[in-house]
Antibody, heavy 123, light 111 residues
Framework: EVQLLESGGGLVQPGGSLRLSCADSGFTFSTYAMSWVRQAPGKGLEWVSTIGGGGSRTYYADSVKGRFTISRDNSKNTLFLQMNSLRAEDTAVYYC????????????????WGQGTLVTVSS | QSALTQPASVSGSPGQSITISCTGTSSDVGGYNYVSWYQQHPGKAPKLMIYEVSDRPSGISNRFSGSKSGNTASLTISGLQAEDEADYYCSSYTSSSTPVVFGGGTKLTVL
């Protein structure tokens, strides 16, 4: 059974940093692209970032480019999101999600999601 | 403002069919067959219902179907059931610098 478990959310001041983690199991982690998608309170979904299975290919939304860094540790089946220079508009539940296709194919479809971790940016 | 436009709400009675539209541009919905739909119940994570415009993942009921015409994609749910009441989001690959975009979401109410 595929399981994705996010952690690392919390309250942080504007300008601060936070690192999210997503521990994954039930599939061959290194052969799938992984993504972060966020949802502000009461709002819709927003794609944030994707990383290829090997870790070398990364994609970012314009809204986080230069501030957020996605990475992965395939030896520990874990996905990360380093968030710097946080702003109030980054407040959201952050979901990690698995790409649908093997070997980075169909990375833009998300077939399994974690339950999310809440990040609140406020002074 | 979301990149893809969806109606804020739709409703239908049990057993009826409803359709949710998702309008984009030639840079996203109209330019690629990489449209997907997600269902989200309150307080829950989204669930992939349709990918590649009209394909269903294993385990998804055939009451859910997808289509596309020009810059508009559609999700149709037939034989509405109470459990279908949820928020629905469309998504598309795009040629812009942000390669994945979502619609603003549609709240489906089963009367």
């Amino acid at each position: 059974e595929v399981q994705l478990l996010e952690s690392g959310g919390g309250l942080v001041q504007p300008g601060g940093s936070l690192r999210l983690s997503c521990a994954d199991s039930g599939f061959t982690f290194s052969t799938y692209a992984m993504s972060w998608v966020r949802q502000a309170p009461g709002k819709g979904l927003e794609w944030v970032s994707t990383i290829g299975g090997g870790g070398s290919r990364t994609y970012y939304a314009d809204s986080v480019k230069g501030r957020f860094t996605i990475s992965r540790d395939n030896s520990k089946n874990t996905l990360f999101l380093q968030m710097n220079s946080l702003r109030a508009e980054d407040t959201a539940v952050y979901y990690c999600a698995k790409g649908r296709g093997l070997l980075n194919a169909q990375w833009y479809y998300f077939d399994y999601w974690g339950q999310g971790t809440l990040v609140t940016v406020s002074s | 403002q979301s990149a893809l436009t969806q109606p804020a709400s739709v409703s239908g009675s049990p057993g009826q069919s409803i359709t949710i539209s998702c309008t984009g541009t030639s840079s996203d919905v109209g330019g690629y067959n990489y449209v997907s739909w997600y269902q989200q119940h309150p307080g829950k994570a989204p669930k992939l219902m349709i990918y590649e415009v009209s394909d269903r993942p294993s385990g998804i009921s055939n009451r859910f179907s997808g289509s596309k015409s020009g810059n508009t994609a559609s999700l149709t749910i037939s034989g509405l059931q109470a459990e279908d009441e949820a928020d629905y989001y469309c998504s598309s690959y795009t040629s812009s610098s942000t390669p994945v975009v979502f619609g603003g979401g549609t709240k489906l109410t089963v009367l």
